[in-house]
């Protein structure tokens, strides 16, 4: 194949290409997919690389006690993708391992394609357990996670260059899961000099070609590796005595290792760059990374909801092309974007009323929370004080609240607080409704940030390192009630674009003490202004949702973040 010279490789562990494809389990895969859906917009040239993922992350079903188990998501990769004719091998734990990979081409609003290449194990030539290697995202344990890890960084290369990119002038880790594809790199140049081994010249070199994007300070979120595991399955452990490279105290910690190999790093948020700062500081040490901030979008098109493509079509015509001229909304009249979103609501109580068996109305102020049940998301916030929520809902005016999100599989502390959410609904009803969406997917994510009338945001800060579904209700023009972290702190105008919570809470306080603070803080704010003014002040809150989307659609959008990323990281 012939590719052009200047050409982008995207890594990423999980990648939202369509909704038929599950291979996504949240923001990161979301971001992803809008990533690759925008370079495809503005013609970047691009290729993307992630894991197949056979059965997917997993179907969400919840018992009628509200605890969550998982089933597998099978999927037919033909009916999506275009199986590619090259076979390249890795080696791990001594055994050669056969990979081939599949395309699934994402075309741009001006026909541009950027390919993504999911890499696929489930081959006759590997041994059974080898083949379950790209079945599950985030599926096994370490150890089934650092095989996929291997298999993405080191086989992604070797893919890339049997599909014929030879000259790719960035490689981007979107995360540190695809970290290792830097050591190919190494080794590549290495063998393209005629040497066994990999030297300071080579580092400085394979450094100027990778780009590195961390996504979270939750330690969770960081992949570390014992080295003596890392060299029993990696074969190998030559690599690990040039120790300001791959080593940290006694394991291999992906993260570290992108830091070292990338001459620009970003977190996705300005707060979050900060946060990373101060993180990633190795102890006892003078060094500091430069560590840069693009604040995270969404990608314009995927999500906004027909009758609001329909009012932007009609109002903002290129919106598309030039999602900076959403900032036009300004001039669209209040009561079309009322009807514009009455259709939206309209769409999702009915699906919501569907899916949930529910008794959700259109008239009622309806809430959206809808984020992976990690615990530090503190889904269960809204509800620490049922009685008090009670008395809000009776007194100022009714509410119906819909939760929805997935626990990890091991998380039995996040199943927990789907538990809790699911069982208060007997304890608030009928003053104010709970649903929680079983199986929350994006199909169910489109609907609901553009059907609910405010979306709830309560992240522990500072370990919310963006997030986008506010985003998302934004653009739908949904104003947010949201703590201040993450995009929020950029994105949020008080009672302009909507409205923060625990803003005078110490930042210094106990997790507990912080809790009962931005409780006390959400509670106030829709006691006081988000109920009122939605019920008595129509036209107030009309005006809050149009500005939504002018000042903050505007902005935080793919197309944009993009175009940073061009600038600071890709052709600089």
Same mark, same amino acid.
């Given at each position: 194949?012939?590719?052009?010279?200047?050409?982008?490789?995207?890594?990423?562990?999980?990648?939202?290409?369509?909704?038929?494809?599950?291979?996504?389990?949240?923001?990161?895969?979301?971001?992803?997919?809008?990533?690759?859906?925008?370079?495809?917009?503005?013609?970047?040239?691009?290729?993307?690389?992630?894991?197949?993922?056979?059965?997917?992350?997993?179907?969400?079903?919840?018992?009628?006690?509200?605890?969550?188990?998982?089933?597998?998501?099978?999927?037919?990769?033909?009916?999506?993708?275009?199986?590619?004719?090259?076979?390249?091998?890795?080696?791990?734990?001594?055994?050669?391992?056969?990979?081939?990979?599949?395309?699934?081409?994402?075309?741009?609003?001006?026909?541009?394609?950027?390919?993504?290449?999911?890499?696929?194990?489930?081959?006759?030539?590997?041994?059974?357990?080898?083949?379950?290697?790209?079945?599950?995202?985030?599926?096994?344990?370490?150890?089934?996670?650092?095989?996929?890890?291997?298999?993405?960084?080191?086989?992604?290369?070797?893919?890339?260059?049997?599909?014929?990119?030879?000259?790719?002038?960035?490689?981007?880790?979107?995360?540190?899961?695809?970290?290792?594809?830097?050591?190919?790199?190494?080794?590549?140049?290495?063998?393209?000099?005629?040497?066994?081994?990999?030297?300071?010249?080579?580092?400085?070199?394979?450094?100027?070609?990778?780009?590195?994007?961390?996504?979270?300070?939750?330690?969770?979120?960081?992949?570390?590796?014992?080295?003596?595991?890392?060299?029993?399955?990696?074969?190998?452990?030559?690599?690990?005595?040039?120790?300001?490279?791959?080593?940290?105290?006694?394991?291999?910690?992906?993260?570290?290792?992108?830091?070292?190999?990338?001459?620009?790093?970003?977190?996705?948020?300005?707060?979050?760059?900060?946060?990373?700062?101060?993180?990633?500081?190795?102890?006892?040490?003078?060094?500091?990374?430069?560590?840069?901030?693009?604040?995270?979008?969404?990608?314009?098109?995927?999500?906004?909801?027909?009758?609001? *493509?329909? !009012?932007?079509?009609?109002?903002? +015509?290129?919106?598309?092309?030039?999602? %900076?001229? =959403?900032?036009? /909304? &300004?001039?669209?009249?209040?009561?079309?974007?009322?009807?514009?979103?009455?259709?939206?609501?309209?769409?999702?109580?009915?699906?919501?009323?569907?899916?949930?068996?529910?008794?959700?109305?259109?008239?009622?102020?309806?809430?959206?929370?809808?984020?992976?049940?990690?615990?530090?998301?503190?889904?269960?916030?809204?509800?620490?004080?049922?009685?008090?929520?009670?008395?809000?809902?009776?007194?100022?005016?009714?509410?119906?609240?819909?939760?929805?999100?997935?626990?990890?599989?091991?998380?039995?502390?996040?199943?927990?607080?789907?538990?809790?959410?699911?069982?208060?609904?007997?304890?608030?009803?009928?003053?104010?409704?709970?649903?929680?969406?079983?199986?929350?997917?994006?199909?169910?994510?489109?609907?609901?940030?553009?059907?609910?009338? *405010?979306? !709830?945001?309560?992240?522990?800060? +500072?370990?919310?390192?963006?997030?986008? %579904?506010? =985003?998302?209700? /934004? &653009?739908?023009?949904?104003?947010?009630?949201?703590?201040?972290?993450?995009?929020?702190?950029?994105?949020?105008?008080?009672?302009?674009?909507?409205?923060?919570?625990?803003?005078?809470?110490?930042?210094?306080?106990?997790?507990?003490?912080?809790?009962?603070?931005?409780?006390?803080?959400?509670?106030?704010?829709?006691?006081?202004?988000?109920?009122?003014?939605?019920?008595?002040?129509?036209?107030?809150?009309?005006?809050?949702?149009?500005?939504?989307?002018?000042?903050?659609?505007?902005?935080?959008?793919?197309?944009?973040?993009?175009?940073?990323?061009?600038?600071?990281?890709?052709?600089?």
């Amino acid at each position: 194949m012939n590719h052009p010279r200047e050409i982008v490789a995207y890594f990423s562990m999980e990648i939202a290409l369509d909704p038929g494809i599950p291979t996504y389990s949240g923001g990161l895969g979301m971001l992803a997919g809008d990533t690759v859906r925008s370079a495809a917009d503005l013609k970047v040239p691009m290729v993307a690389v992630t894991l197949l993922y056979r059965h997917g992350y997993f179907r969400q079903k919840l018992d009628s006690s509200g605890w969550q188990t998982e089933e597998a998501m099978s999927w037919d990769a033909q009916s999506f993708c275009h199986e590619l004719p090259p076979r390249v091998e890795v080696s791990i734990e001594g055994r050669t391992v056969q990979l081939r990979a599949w395309r699934y081409t994402v075309k741009g609003n001006s026909g541009h394609e950027v390919p993504a290449i999911l890499l696929d194990v489930d081959l006759p030539e590997n041994s059974e357990w080898d083949r379950r290697l790209t079945h599950y995202l985030y599926g096994g344990d370490s150890h089934y996670r650092l095989c996929q890890e291997i298999i993405l960084g080191i086989g992604g290369v070797r893919m890339l260059r049997a599909l014929g990119y030879h000259e790719v002038c960035r490689f981007h880790m979107n995360e540190g899961h695809a970290a290792l594809l830097a050591l190919e790199l190494l080794d590549e140049r290495a063998h393209w000099l005629h040497r066994e081994s990999f030297n300071e010249e080579d580092v400085l070199a394979v450094k100027r070609r990778c780009v590195f994007t961390t996504h979270t300070p939750v330690p969770a979120g960081h992949d570390r590796f014992p080295l003596e595991h890392v060299s029993q399955v990696l074969g190998r452990s030559d690599v690990f005595t040039m120790h300001q490279v791959f080593c940290c105290e006694g394991e291999l910690n992906m993260t570290y290792l992108a830091l070292n190999l990338s001459h620009y790093v970003n977190g996705v948020a300005k707060k979050h760059g900060e946060v990373s700062r101060q993180m990633l500081t190795p102890r006892d040490t003078e060094h500091h990374y430069q560590i840069d901030s693009i604040t995270n979008g969404i990608h314009l098109a995927t999500w906004a909801a027909p009758s609001f *493509v329909d !009012l932007f079509n009609r109002y903002i +015509p290129g919106w598309r092309e030039d999602n %900076s001229s =959403m900032r036009y /909304a &300004l001039r669209i009249p209040l009561e079309e974007v009322g009807r514009a979103h009455e259709a939206a609501k309209v769409r999702a109580v009915e699906e919501v009323n569907r899916r949930a068996n529910a008794d959700l109305d259109t008239e009622t102020l309806t809430v959206g929370f809808a984020r992976r049940a990690a615990t530090y998301k503190r889904a269960d916030l809204l509800l620490s004080d049922p009685q008090r929520l009670k008395g809000i809902a009776s007194g100022t005016g009714r509410l119906q609240v819909i939760f929805g999100g997935k626990a990890h599989p091991r998380d039995d502390a996040g199943k927990r607080v789907i538990q809790q959410i699911v069982q208060m609904r007997a304890l608030l009803g009928p003053d104010v409704r709970i649903v929680y969406l079983e199986n929350y997917d994006w199909e169910m994510a489109c609907l609901l940030t553009a059907g609910v009338d *405010v979306w !709830l945001n309560t992240p522990q800060p +500072p370990l919310e390192a963006s997030g986008t %579904s506010g =985003m998302k209700a /934004a &653009l739908n023009g949904i104003p947010s009630l949201s703590v201040l972290d993450g995009w929020w702190i950029e994105g949020c105008i008080e009672e302009v674009t909507g409205w923060a919570i625990g803003e005078t809470c110490p930042v210094d306080a106990t997790p507990e003490h912080r809790a009962n603070c931005d409780a006390q803080s959400l509670y106030q704010k829709l006691e006081r202004v988000v109920i009122p003014t939605f019920y008595q002040r129509r036209d107030d809150f009309l005006r809050i949702m149009r500005n939504t989307i002018a000042l903050n659609a505007s902005h935080f959008n793919t197309q944009r973040m993009v175009q940073e990323y061009i600038a600071k990281a890709y052709f600089e």
